[in-house]
């Protein structure tokens, strides 16, 4: 099971900051917070990803509470090509501490003209 | 830099037929995944290669799924029989495969309709 809780869907308006939640309130310390995104019919793209210390990229920034049971994901001016399902994923460390991934359902975002 | 590649991209069989579909990840990674995403849910890991050498195959149903990846690059993954609850996009991704902070990169998918 995924260890991520998201709302199911959310809305934004175009060019407005799109904020999407996310609790991983049993959090290991050694695990990561992972975001990917997928558009329809296409396969799921990374986004960014961090430990314990916020993270930006061209794509989007990465805020982690300080207690790390929670974070957000920022999309900072959202367009019509954001529309996805943003999945929030907590890797896990797998038998042989390679990692795999444990999607959940995620959140879809409906950016609106 | 050229992403995971997959073919076929869609793939349409009748019940109890043999499929096979193929991956070639991204050049130099290591480890490569494959994944189910059935309609309406995220996708579900199947099996995991370190080289061509399995990881984690706890997912996959082996009596009618079976994937090699024999030189540690490109990969295969076959049903055989195809069950309807077969239907689903199968997802191939790759990562470098160190152990810590490693991304994964996904290919577009096959989907397949089992009728």
């Known amino acids: 099971d995924a260890k991520t809780t998201q709302p199911t869907s959310m809305d934004c308006a175009e060019g407005r900051a799109a904020n999407l939640p996310c609790n991983h309130s049993?959090?290991?310390?050694?695990?990561?917070v992972y975001w990917y995104r997928q558009i329809h019919s296409q396969g799921p793209q990374y986004i960014i990803h961090?430990?314990?210390n916020n993270e930006t990229n061209e794509m989007a920034s990465l805020i982690i509470t300080e207690d790390r049971k929670s974070s957000t994901l920022i999309l900072p001016h959202a367009t019509l090509r954001d529309t996805a399902v943003y999945y929030c994923?907590?890797?896990?460390?797998?038998?042989?501490?390679?990692?795999?991934?444990?999607f959940g359902q995620g959140t879809t975002l409906q950016v609106k003209p | 830099e050229a992403g995971v590649a997959q073919s076929p991209r869609y793939k349409i069989i009748e019940k109890r037929q043999s499929v096979a579909f193929w991956c070639n990840p991204i050049?130099?990674?290591?480890?490569l995944y494959w994944y189910q995403q059935i309609l309406g849910q995220g996708p579900k890991l199947l099996i995991q290669?370190?080289?061509?050498?399995?990881?984690?195959d706890s997912q996959l149903p082996k009596d009618r799924f079976s994937a090699e990846r024999l030189k540690g690059v490109d990969s295969t993954l076959k049903i055989q029989p195809a069950k309807l609850e077969d239907s689903a996009v199968y997802l191939c991704?790759?990562?470098?495969?160190?152990?810590?902070?490693?991304?994964?990169?996904f290919g577009p998918g096959t989907r397949l309709l089992v009728l």
């Open positions: 991704a790759s990562s470098l495969g160190l152990p810590i902070g490693e991304t994964q990169y």
């Open positions: 049993t959090i290991s310390g050694n695990e990561y």
């Open positions: 961090g430990l314990k």
């Open positions: 994923i907590v890797r896990v460390i797998g038998s042989s501490n390679t990692g795999k991934l444990i």
């Open positions: 050049s130099g990674h290591a480890t």
């Open positions: 290669f370190q080289n061509n050498g399995v990881v984690d």
